[in-house]
């Protein structure tokens, strides 16, 4: 079997990110013609230098507007996390930005049910003890637009303890621009949303 390096996948850069390598690709074929595709990530130079927890544990939460959290709603964000639910929000004409994160906020808990809260599963837990930590990824340039209560008002359970904005998502052309749907350009908002249920 022949196996061959594609060519160098060019790599922009975002404000506040430092440079990466581009993952190392692979293909190759088997014998019933199927291709099969591998993506390598690049070893770092220096091990010593790797994080050792994830930026979420890393992270001191905060606030949308970037102001630290009291020492009550410290206490309060500690919570046994359940699990997280993911989603993506398009806003493809009109520019709103917060209809992007509802619509990502929607997707990430559309599909799921949670009678563990309902049931008793959880022995002295109930739905008025579910937490949730609300993570948006939304360009930066659209950030100041975002209407938290709105997006907050999408979540029927559960104590939101915090709420985090952070640079994501994407601005890109939706093709056409429609003034009848109140488009100011051809600009496609899209949010994506991390959702952490627990109590």
Not at 83 to 90: A, D, P, Q, R, S
Not at 122 to 142: A, C, F, W, Y
């Amino acid at each position: 079997m022949a196996t061959s390096a594609a060519p160098p996948l060019p790599i922009s850069l975002c404000p506040s990110t430092k440079p990466r390598t581009a993952p190392i690709w692979s293909y190759s074929r088997s014998s019933h013609s199927r291709l099969h595709l591998r993506v390598r990530s690049p070893k770092l130079a220096n091990p010593a230098a790797a994080p050792g927890s994830s930026s979420m544990e890393a992270a001191q939460p905060q606030t949308r507007d970037g102001q630290g959290w009291g020492e009550e709603a410290k206490a309060d964000a500690a919570m046994t996390l359940l699990f997280v639910e993911m989603g993506v929000g398009y806003d493809q004409h009109g520019q709103d930005i917060t209809a992007a994160a509802v619509r990502a906020c929607k997707d990430a808990i559309s599909s799921n049910s949670i009678p563990a809260f309902r049931r008793g599963a959880i022995p002295g837990v109930n739905s008025d003890q579910m937490k949730l930590q609300i993570k948006l990824g939304v360009p930066r340039p659209t950030q100041h637009l975002l209407d938290a209560e709105r997006v907050k008002a999408v979540f029927p359970y559960g104590k939101i303890i915090s709420f985090e904005v952070v640079d994501g998502g994407m601005i890109c052309s939706s093709g056409v621009c429609l003034e009848a749907m109140g488009d100011k350009n051809d600009d496609c908002y899209i949010a994506n949303a991390a959702v952490y249920v627990g109590y």
